[in-house]
């Protein structure tokens, strides 16, 4: 069974520091999304891309984060410099399409704890 | 705005019948979802809806109102591995497909 793959599972880092999350999506799904995910809530779009185009952002702080999907595959996303408030579980999905029943499918997640 | 309430936490008994319910204002509809989530692990797929009524899947069922603004699941014959956080989301108006998520009801199942 397909899955969408992420890398590290789990990162410890100290604030002001530069770390980097990996995901590669569910093969053939054009449309891929970060989520943070805060201990006790729902998680929270970080981006959405379609192929390698951004579509949504408008809740990425873009002073810090940055994403990319340079070939329209995996993805990569960026947090320089590292805040303690950015300790949280960053999730990855990808769906078939944005439209219709088509669900979203997420990754294992990667653990980041800031110090 | 955009709101998603649903309980924080419930609890109830193995083999018993739980109803999460989950209510929304969103920009639009265009769909409502249902996540499992079991601690330390990505949300899966458990049903959607995007017309009224209700849709059974196994010992899950989902039912929405649109008028309402209104889902619940309903989860049957509780077992213990039904422990787990379940997400409401929903996709609004966005031509981008988002889905808003709710902060999650953690159900805990006891013998």
């Keep these: 069974e397909a899955e969408v793959a992420q890398s590290p599972r789990y990162k410890i880092t100290e604030k002001s520091q530069a770390v980097a999350f ?14 943070r995910q805060i201990l006790g809530q729902g998680p929270e779009l970080l981006v959405q891309f379609q192929d390698e185009s951004v579509v949504d952002d408008s809740q990425l702080p873009k002073d810090r984060f940055s994403a990319e999907r340079l070939k329209g595959v995996d993805s990569t996303l960026k947090i320089q410099p590292a805040e303690l408030g950015d300790s949280a579980m960053y999730l990855c999905a990808s769906s078939a399409t944005t439209t219709s029943a088509y669900e979203q499918y997420f ?6 704890t800031v110090t | 705005g ?22 929304y204002q969103t920009s639009g509809f265009n769909g409502l979802f249902w996540y499992q989530q079991h601690a330390g692990e990505a949300p899966t ?39 787990a956080s379940y997400l409401c989301a929903v ?21």
């Design chain 2, 45 to 83: 797929f458990l049903s959607y809806n995007v017309l009224d009524g209700l849709e059974e899947k196994g010992r899950f069922s989902s039912f929405l109102s649109r008028s309402k603004g209104y889902s619940y699941l309903l989860l049957k014959e509780l077992q213990m591995k039904d422990s």
């Design chain 2, 2 to 23: 955009q709101n998603i309430d649903q309980p924080t936490e419930m609890t109830a008994t193995e083999g018993a019948i739980v109803q999460i319910n989950c209510t």
């Design chain 1, 107 to 112: 990754g294992p997640g990667t653990r980041l």
């Design chain 2, 91 to 111: 996709r609004g108006s966005s031509n981008t497909g988002k889905l808003i998520f709710g902060q999650g009801t953690t159900l805990q199942v006891k013998p």
């Design chain 1, 22 to 35: 990996w995901c590669d999506p569910i093969s053939g799904h054009a449309t891929l999304y970060w989520y």
